[in-house]
């Protein structure tokens, strides 16, 4: 079992920045083995891919729409990924959400490949 807990979401201006942290609580096994997501949910729509990191030796991926604004990094001394947000635009405003799947092979399966959530944090920006 993992547990996750987000934080860092906030309100902010268009261009703005935020860093969103996912704090992992695993138990058995180690936070290293385990693919990293974010995921985001608009008002009135789907969860939505936004980036994820893979266990091993750390490709990152993201959706199109945040590719030069967004990085996501991990550290796995702290069992903690991140998500830097530059650039910010209102299109941005949703509840973020990290995920997690144990040795996961396909970081951009979606919501279905991720086996953990945490509870989520808001983001808003405003024009």
């Known amino acids: 079992q993992v547990q996750l807990v987000e934080s860092g979401g906030a309100l902010v201006q268009t261009g703005g920045s935020l860093r969103l942290s996912c704090a992992a609580s695993?138990?058995?096994?180690?936070?290293?083995?385990?693919?990293m997501g974010w995921f985001r949910q608009a008002p009135g729509k789907g969860r939505e891919f936004v980036a994820a990191?893979?266990?091993?030796?750390?490709?990152?991926y993201y959706i199109d729409s945040v590719k030069g604004r967004f990085t996501i990094s991990r550290d796995n001394a702290k069992n903690t990924v991140y998500l830097q947000m530059n650039s910010l635009e209102p299109e941005d405003t949703a509840v973020y959400y990290c995920?997690?799947?144990?040795?996961?092979?396909?970081?951009?399966?979606?919501?279905?490949?991720?086996?953990?959530w945490g509870q989520g944090t808001q983001v808003t920006v405003s024009s």
């Open positions: 990191i893979s266990w091993r030796d750390s490709p990152t």
């Open positions: 995920a997690a799947d144990y040795r996961g092979a396909n970081p951009v399966m979606g919501e279905r490949g991720y086996s953990y």
């Open positions: 695993t138990s058995t096994r180690t936070f290293s083995d385990y693919t």
